[in-house]
């Protein structure tokens, strides 16, 4: 089965923080990607990363950044918390995707953060 | 703009009894379809994908049923059990865009009562 872990279920951190969520998959996956959940809007895409060191920019890059250097492990990293930042932040990985491919997104557990 | 519509928002009802939950999708051009279920907490869980080509697809209790021409799925759950409480979300891709530009529905979220 393939696993998706995240470093924290629960975080609190305080506003200006820099803030580091790690997720980590052990399929081998070339796709990497992190979400935010918020009720009422949805999953909605900050980055993801197709190859190690490689990166795009998803729907709400701002505020965020990312870090891919080994194949297995995306880090999304938040510079300078705020409270706007309080959300669910799960991360999900895939095969590498060609024209329309349907390849399936797992999921990790999720990372609630808030930030005070 | 790609966009993903469910209907309804939310839905209770009785433990043992069916339900359809509807999705519409104006992405385009349309490559797959997915529904995924969300225990309260927790990430998201693939129940089906379904390409182009597909109309029906069954995963135990849950079939997913796709109509491209109108751009509408469903997804009926049969003989509803108190697990089944969780949100319903239903991801739409466009060709092209590989596995990583998805559109996401707002989810249903559906409670199973005893």
């Known amino acids: 089965d393939v696993k998706v872990t995240q470093s924290s279920r629960y975080l609190v951190k305080r506003t200006g923080e820099k803030v580091f969520l790690e997720c980590v998959q052990d399929?081998?996956?070339?796709?990497m990607f992190w979400y935010r959940q918020d009720p009422g809007l949805g999953l909605r895409l900050i980055y993801f990363s197709y190859d190690v060191k490689m990166k795009e920019k998803g729907d709400i890059p701002e505020g965020y950044s990312v870090s891919r250097e080994k194949k297995e492990r995306f880090s999304l990293i938040l510079e300078s918390a705020s409270t706007n930042q309080t959300s669910m932040y799960l991360c999900?990985?895939?095969?590498?995707?060609?024209?329309?491919?349907?390849?399936?997104?797992?999921f990790g557990p999720g990372t609630r953060l808030t930030v005070t | 703009k790609n966009q993903v519509e469910q209907s309804p928002q939310s839905l209770i009802i009785l433990e043992g009894k069916n339900c359809t939950l509807q999705?519409?999708?104006?992405?385009?051009?349309?490559?797959?379809l997915r529904w995924y279920k969300q225990d309260t907490g927790r990430g998201p869980v693939s129940l089906t994908i379904m390409t182009f080509s597909e109309n029906t697809k069954s995963n135990g209790r849950y079939t997913a049923t796709l109509d491209a021409d109108t751009k509408q799925s469903s997804l009926h759950i049969t003989a509803s059990q108190l697990s089944d409480s969780a949100s319903y979300i239903c991801?739409?891709?466009?060709?092209?865009?590989?596995?990583?530009?998805?559109?996401f529905g707002k989810g249903t979220k559906l409670s199973v009562i005893p």
């Open positions: 991801v739409v891709s466009a060709t092209g865009a590989g596995s990583y530009q998805l559109t």
């Open positions: 399929m081998d996956h070339e796709n």
């Open positions: 999900a990985s895939s095969l590498y995707g060609g024209s329309g491919s349907p390849y399936e997104q797992y």
């Open positions: 999705c519409n999708y104006t992405v385009s051009p349309f490559s797959n």
